[in-house]
């Protein structure tokens, strides 16, 4: 080869690389869609998905209910779930155990069960495994409610892909398998003491125990402290409870597990009742006030202010024997991610899937009596509360809406905080501009479906 043809080649490499360079950016960054999601495909989608799911809803016996726990908690050292800056650090001690607590419903038509993991949320791979085992309980996924406490010092290890594992630590094929049999041994466990129990539903102000961290203001917080009380005709009594606060009052650096501040408000609770258990509900942008600063001061003193609240409420709250049972699980569907690096840019869809995966998505519901509780696939946010508990006023119900039932898809928030230049809407608004305001039209649809004798919605080309 003589020393032209060499120096050809060179230059003709060069150039290949150049607009290699030049192009790669044009491939992996898209500007932002901000198409409305009514004009959408998914949005037809979901429609059609609500109108072919119709919720099951039964009237039978007087309503038994059982409720039992089972120990989560992984030996030290194993990873910690929470901080993406912890970089997949383990924890080297446990402050308090992480539980599964689960909570069996049967009216003699049908059964449902309501589960609470201490975790940072429901892992996808532990869905997966549970719908393996399902049919051999004899049951079908949208009989189980999922949610999680979303503690950010609990156990991780839940996760294979890297923007997973970079929240969660190096997956852990065992820790999986052997969470997917503790959840199968608690709704055992549940379902083995069913009793005839009385339902009440209350709500307390605990307008001083949380704030809105992304907009800093006073009116747009969820402000109350739900919760479910059962008692049992020989005066056993067990609640269950729901506040929307991040449970973030743990040093984020520090590498000790704990369930944080829902730990110390159920086992206060339990000094005085038989059974407690809490679930998120709708933290996103919302955070707890606290005032201690000791490692653990601020996790006691908010649990222990919210177990004064409810214990306070809590005798007041009149139960009643019910015999309505209904749940559903529906798909939603999404648009393509929208993961932002400035306010008009995304990364391209296909680099979030590799960092992060493919998952499916559901909206949920359980329904006990007169109250139903709604589930979100996501950090879901405070500031739509007053919407659906107006929805729900509308069609004689109580509404409790939870984080975590599953999946995944980010932060969501009301579209006019979108261009806020916050972590919660830049870093981690996965869905585009309007995902906030598309789950919560879908969840009120959800919710209408138990306020009628006929569950089904109108088609979505009638919508």
Not at 76 to 85: Q, R
Not at 161 to 180: A, D, F, M, N, R
Not at 326 to 348: C, D, K, T
């Amino acid at each position: 080869m003589n020393t032209a043809t060499a120096s050809k080649k060179k230059t003709s490499r060069s150039w290949y690389w150049l607009l290699l360079l030049l192009l790669l950016p044009a491939c992996m960054v898209q500007r932002i869609d901000r198409t409305p999601y009514q004009q959408t495909d998914y949005y037809q989608e979901t429609l059609a998905s609500l109108n072919s799911h119709p919720a099951t809803i039964t009237t039978g016996d007087t309503l038994e209910v059982g409720w039992g726990k089972v120990n989560i908690t992984p030996p030290a050292p194993a990873p910690l779930a929470g901080y993406g800056k912890r970089l997949g650090m383990d924890y080297e001690e446990v402050h308090d155990t992480a539980w599964v607590r689960t909570f069996a419903f049967d009216n003699g038509q049908t059964e449902a069960y309501f589960i609470s993991l201490d975790l940072l949320i429901v892992p996808m791979l532990v869905l997966q495994e549970l719908e393996k085992l399902y049919p051999a309980l004899g049951l079908k996924p949208e009989q189980v409610y999922l949610s999680a406490t979303h503690s950010h010092t609990s156990f991780g290890g839940w996760g294979r892909k890297i923007g997973v594992k970079l929240l969660s630590g190096e997956y852990e094929k065992e820790i999986v398998q052997q969470l997917t049999q503790q959840i199968v041994q608690s709704i055992q466990m549940a379902r083995q003491n069913l009793t005839p129990t009385r339902v009440g539903y209350g709500s307390a102000n605990a307008a001083s125990m949380v704030k809105n961290r992304l907009t800093k203001s006073r009116e747009d917080r969820d402000t109350k402290l739900r919760f479910l009380k059962f008692e049992r005709p020989d005066g056993t009594t067990a609640v269950l409870s729901f506040f929307s606060a991040h449970p973030t009052t743990l040093p984020s650096m520090q590498p000790i597990l704990s369930r944080d501040y829902p730990g110390v408000l159920v086992d206060a609770l339990e000094e005085r009742i038989e059974f407690a258990a809490f679930s998120a509900g709708a933290v996103g942008s919302h955070s707890a006030v606290h005032f201690q600063e000791a490692p653990f001061g601020g996790m006691e003193e908010v649990g222990e202010r919210l177990a004064t609240i409810l214990r306070h409420d809590l005798y007041q709250v009149e139960t009643d024997y019910v015999q309505t049972l209904g749940y559903n699980r529906v798909p939603l569907f999404l648009p393509e991610p929208q993961w932002r690096i400035s306010e008009n840019l995304r990364l391209a869809p296909t680099l979030f899937n590799w960092l992060f995966g493919k998952h499916p998505a559901y909206v949920t519901s359980l329904q006990v009596g007169d109250i139903v509780l709604i589930g979100a696939p996501a950090d879901y946010s405070g500031e739509f509360m007053d919407e659906l508990e107006t929805a729900a006023a509308q069609e004689g119900l109580e509404v409790i809406a939870t984080s975590f039932n599953g999946g995944y898809i980010g932060y969501v928030t009301p579209a006019e905080h979108y261009n806020l230049d916050k972590y919660e809407t830049r870093s981690m608004s996965f869905y585009g501009p309007h995902s906030g305001n598309y789950l919560t039209e879908m969840l009120q649809l959800l919710l209408r479906q138990h306020a009628t004798d006929d569950p089904a919605l109108p088609s979505a080309e009638t919508n």
